[in-house]
C-alpha cells in the first residue's frame, strides 16, 4: 500500500495568526504564555488538517516561532556570545534577540541580528548559524519534544522533521577566523543521537532528516562526510528517511541511494529526470518516497500526468513507495476554501497547501484503489480542470506575443558605455561625494494602511484617498529635506507590496486575499499569480513620483520592481518558460521607464531583490539563468537616455558567484544588503573590479536597534577598502516599510551624519 505523507506545513496560520501574535509579543500586547497558546493552537489545527485531508503521517517539528535553521540553533546550543543571557538558559527572548537584534536596555546589552539570507532558491529566508572554530554543541531546547507530545496526545501518527547535520553545518558561517566547518561534525552527531534516543523514547518510530544539499555541487570532501555521519546515526534508533528537494541528486544519487537509511524522498517536480533511474540504484530494503504534488506553486497537479510515474513505481515498490509534496508546503499558502472572491474558473484551477495534502492522497488512494469511485471522481474532475485551463482566453494574447517577436539585439543595450554615461549624470545630477539615499520605502502605518482598505472597500472616495497618500508623501518628502538626504524617494504610501501593487496595474495576473505565504519570521507576502500573457495598459507610477517631485526642488527617484523579481516572487505559469515570462514583464516594465523619464524623472530604481534567489542550484545550469535574467533587467533598463541614471536594489543574497552577471545588467548602481554580514559581500565586488557604482547598505532595517553613526562610518571605511570612495553610496540595506517613524528618523540622522564625516574625512 502506497502511504501518504507531508514533509512540512505553513506555520502562519489560514489568517496569519502567527504573524499577528508574534507583533502583538513585541510590541508588549501579548505574553509569553498568550503567544505559546497560540503556537498550540495552530499546530493542533494544522495537523487536523492535514489528517483530514488524507496524510497517514504527519510532520511534527516544523512549526517555527521565526525561521526553523534558527530553532536548530537553539537546539544544538549554537547561540553567538553577543546573546548569552548570563548563565540562563535560553528562552524565546534569546531566539526573537538572535532573529531580530537586542536593544541597549536588554539584559544582553546592545547586539546585531545574525545574518539573514535566502533558504536555497527560494523567496523564504533563514538566520545563518554562526560557528567558531572552538564551538560546542549540546542539546539546548526543549521545543520539538514539547511538540511530539503534544500531538501525540491528540491521537496522531507523527514523523519528527530535523535538518540534516551536513546542511545545517553548510549554512552556517565561520566567525572569528576561517576553518573547516567539516572539523565540527564528529562534536555535533552525538546531540543528533541524543534527539534520536529521546525521540525513541517517546515512541516515534520515523525521523525525516533534511539533506536539500545533496542537490547541491558537493565537494568530495562533504560527500565522504554524509557516509561518515550516517554510519555513525544508524546505530541511533528509529527509521530515517532522507528529504531532498528543488533540484535533482543528480552525481549525489548514488550517494543519496546508498546512504545506511531506511528511506529517500526526491523531488520529482523540479526533476522529473530522476525517475527512474533512482529504482535502479535504490536497495531493496529502503522505502522512496516521490514528491510529485508541487511544494512552491498553487496550480493543481495533473492527476493523470503524475499517476504515469507512479504507477511505474508502485509496480517496483509495492509499499516501499511513499508520496508526497515536492518539498515542505512551507512555501504554500494554506487553504483555498478561505478564497471567496476568486471566480470559479480560476479557483478551479488551484491548490494551497490543505488541497495538495488532499491531491497526495488521492494519488496515494489511486495506487491503492484505482477503481474505487472517489479516486474515478477526482480523475475526471482533474482532467476537465487541465482542459479548461489549456482552452481559456485568458491565457494567450496575440498583441503581448507578436511584440515578444520583434525584441532585438539593440532593445537591451543602453546607447554608451558606463564610464561615459557616469560622467553625464554626474554633471546632471551634481551630487556630493558618499551621495545619501534610502530604498524606497518608509514606514507603512495604521492610517495608511485603514485608507488603503477604506478605499478598497468603497467606504473611501478615489479622491480622498489620493490625498490622503499625497498628504503622506508630503510627510516623507519633507522629513528627507529636514534630515539632509541627498536623493530623496516618494516613501511608496500607496503601495501594498512591491509586486502586488505592479501586478494589480498589469493584465495578465490574478489575485487571492488570502494566499499568504511566510518570508521569515512575522513577515508574510502574498504572491500574485501570472495566469496569462503580461502587459501594462496603462502607467502605474508616474502621477505618485510626478507629484512628489513637485514637492521638492531636490532629486526624487522613481520606485519600480524588476522583471525577475516581478517573475520569482509571483506564482508563475508552469504552461510557458520562466525567461518567457521574465520577457513579458521586462517590456511591461520598460513603458513604465520611459513615461518616467519623459515626465522628467532622472534617477530611476528598478529593484531586482530576487536576482540571486533564481539562480538554479546546480552550477551546469547557471548561465542559462544568468543569460536571460540579466538580459530581462537590461530590455526593460535600456531605452532610456545616458544622462537617466538607473539604480537597481538587491538584498540578502551571495554575489560572489555571479558578480559578472549582476555587472552585465550594467546599472549605474547597485544598492545591496551589507550590514548584517559587516561588508563581507563586498569582497566580491572587490575581486571581480566591479565597474559601476555601489550603495552598501550600513545599517539593518530588519532589527529595531538603531545603529550610531560611529558603526555606519565604520562600515563605511570597510567598505571603501573594497570599493573606490567616489563609487559609493550611503542608504540603508532595504526599504524602510516595516519600521516605525521614530526608529526610521533617527536612523537616518546617523546615517546623514556618517556620509558627512566621510566627507570631510576625503576632502
Known amino acids: 500500500m502506497a502511504l501518504a505523507h507531508n514533509l512540512g506545513f505553513p506555520r502562519i496560520g489560514r489568517d496569519r495568526e502567527l504573524k499577528k501574535a508574534l507583533e502583538a509579543h513585541w510590541k508588549g500586547e501579548l505574553d509569553e504564555a498568550g503567544l505559546l497558546r497560540v503556537g498550540r493552537e495552530l499546530r ?25 535553521v534558527l530553532t536548530h540553533s537553539l537546539t544544538f546550543g549554537v547561540i553567538p556570545q553577543r546573546f548569552h543571557r548570563h548563565g540562563a538558559k535560553p528562552g524565546l527572548d534569546t531566539l526573537f534577540d538572535m532573529a531580530r537584534g537586542a536593544s541597549q536596555n536588554s539584559c544582553c546589552g546592545a547586539a546585531h541580528a545574525q545574518e539573514l539570507t535566502k533558504w536555497f532558491d527560494s523567496n523564504y529566508h533563514y538566520l545563518v548559524p554562526e560557528f567558531t572554530a572552538d564551538q560546542q554543541f549540546a542539546l539546548s531546547w526543549e521545543q520539538l519534544f514539547e511538540e511530539v507530545a503534544e500531538g501525540q496526545a491528540l491521537g496522531h501518527n507523527l514523523k519528527p522533521v530535523l535538518i ?61 562526510a554524509f557516509e561518515r555521519a550516517y554510519n555513525i546515526l544508524q546505530r541511533e534508533p528509529g527509521r530515517k528517511l532522507i528529504a531532498t528537494y528543488f533540484a535533482g541528486l543528480e552525481d549525489n544519487l548514488g550517494l543519496a541511494a546508498g546512504l545506511p537509511v531506511d528511506g529517500l524522498h526526491i523531488d520529482l517536480v523540479r526533476a522529473p529526470e530522476q525517475f527512474p533511474a533512482i529504482l535502479d540504484r535504490l536497495p531493496a530494503y529502503k522505502v522512496l518516497s516521490l514528491g510529485v504534488v508541487n511544494g512552491r506553486n498553487v496550480w493543481r497537479t495533473d492527476l493523470d500526468k503524475a499517476l504515469e510515474v507512479l504507477r511505474e513505481a508502485h509496480g517496483r515498490l509495492g509499499s516501499r513507495l511513499w508520496l508526497a509534496p515536492s518539498c515542505s508546503l512551507l512555501h504554500s499558502p494554506v487553504d483555498l476554501t478561505r478564497e471567496d472572491r476568486l471566480d470559479s474558473e480560476l479557483q478551479s484551477w488551484l491548490a494551497f497547501a490543505v488541497q495538495k495534502c488532499r491531491e497526495v492522497a488521492v494519488l496515494a488512494a489511486a495506487l491503492n484503489d484505482p477503481q474505487a469511485a472517489e479516486v474515478q471522481a477526482a480523475l475526471t474532475e482533474s482532467r476537465a480542470v487541465q482542459a479548461s485551463r489549456a482552452a481559456s482566453a485568458r491565457i494567450h494574447k496575440p498583441a503581448v506575443q507578436a511584440r515578444l517577436a520583434a525584441i532585438t539585439a539593440a532593445d537591451s543595450q543602453r546607447q554608451s558605455p558606463f564610464a561615459t554615461r557616469i560622467e553625464l549624470q554626474r554633471a546632471r545630477l551634481q551630487l556630493p561625494p558618499f551621495p545619501t539615499t534610502t530604498i524606497g520605502s518608509f514606514p507603512q502605518t495604521a492610517a495608511i494602511r485603514q485608507a488603503r482598505q477604506a478605499f478598497k472597500a468603497g467606504t473611501l472616495s478615489a479622491a480622498a484617498y489620493t490625498e490622503a497618500m499625497h498628504d503622506e508623501i508630503r510627510h516623507a518628502v519633507s522629513i528627507q529635506e529636514q534630515l539632509g538626504l541627498d536623493v530623496l524617494v516618494h516613501g511608496e504610501a500607496e503601495r501594498n507590496d512591491m509586486v502586488e501593487y505592479f501586478a494589480e496595474q498589469l493584465d495578465g495576473y490574478a489575485f487571492t486575499r488570502f494566499g499568504w505565504v511566510q518570508s521569515y519570521g512575522s513577515r508574510c507576502v502574498k504572491p500574485a499569480l501570472i495566469v496569462g500573457d503580461l502587459s501594462r495598459p496603462h502607467a502605474m507610477t508616474v502621477d505618485w513620483i510626478r507629484y512628489a517631485q513637485g514637492c521638492t526642488s531636490k532629486l526624487m527617484k522613481g520606485m519600480l520592481t524588476g522583471p525577475v523579481t516581478m517573475l520569482l516572487w509571483s506564482f508563475p505559469r508552469d504552461d510557458i518558460s520562466r525567461e518567457q515570462q521574465a520577457r513579458q514583464l521586462a517590456l511591461a516594465i520598460r513603458d513604465e521607464v520611459l513615461d518616467l523619464e519623459r515626465a522628467g524623472i532622472k534617477v530611476i530604481q528598478i529593484d531586482e531583490a530576487a536576482f540571486r534567489e533564481g539562480l538554479p542550484l546546480r552550477q551546469a545550469h547557471w548561465q542559462d539563468y544568468l543569460a536571460w535574467a540579466s538580459e530581462a533587467f537590461r530590455l526593460c533598463a535600456s531605452g532610456v537616455r545616458d544622462e537617466t541614471q538607473i539604480h537597481t536594489h538587491m538584498c540578502y543574497s551571495e554575489f560572489n558567484e555571479v558578480i559578472e552577471s549582476i555587472a552585465a545588467m550594467d546599472a549605474d548602481v547597485i544598492t545591496i544588503e551589507t550590514s548584517r554580514s559587516d561588508m563581507q559581500l563586498l569582497e566580491a565586488f572587490e575581486r571581480f573590479d566591479y ?35 567616489e563609487r559609493l553610496w550611503v542608504n540603508p540595506d532595504c526599504g524602510l516599510k516595516t519600521r516605525g517613524w521614530a526608529e526610521t528618523e533617527a536612523a537616518l540622522v546617523n546615517m546623514v551624519a556618517a556620509a558627512r564625516q566621510l566627507r570631510a574625512e576625503l576632502a
Open 691 to 725: 565597474p559601476n557604482e555601489i550603495g552598501p547598505g550600513v545599517y539593518d532595517i530588519h532589527s529595531p536597534r538603531v545603529p550610531d553613526t560611529g558603526e555606519m562610518v565604520r562600515l563605511l571605511q570597510r567598505a571603501a577598502r573594497h570599493v573606490p570612495a
Open 44 to 68: 493542533a489545527a494544522h495537523w487536523q488538517l492535514q489528517q483530514d485531508a488524507g496524510i497517514e503521517l504527519l510532520p511534527v517539528g516544523d512549526f517555527a516561532w521565526y525561521d526553523q
Open 164 to 224: 540534516g547535520p551536513l546542511t545545517y553545518l553548510w549554512l552556517g558561517k565561520c566567525k572569528g577566523g576561517e576553518f573547516d566547518r567539516l572539523e565540527l561534525l564528529e562534536r555535533l552527531l552525538p546531540v543528533y543521537g541524543e534527539i534520536l534516543q529521546r525521540l525513541a523514547a517517546q515512541g516515534i518510530d520515523w525521523v525525516q532528516i533534511d539533506e536539500p544539499i545533496l542537490a547541491l555541487d558537493l565537494p568530495q570532501a562533504w560527500k565522504n
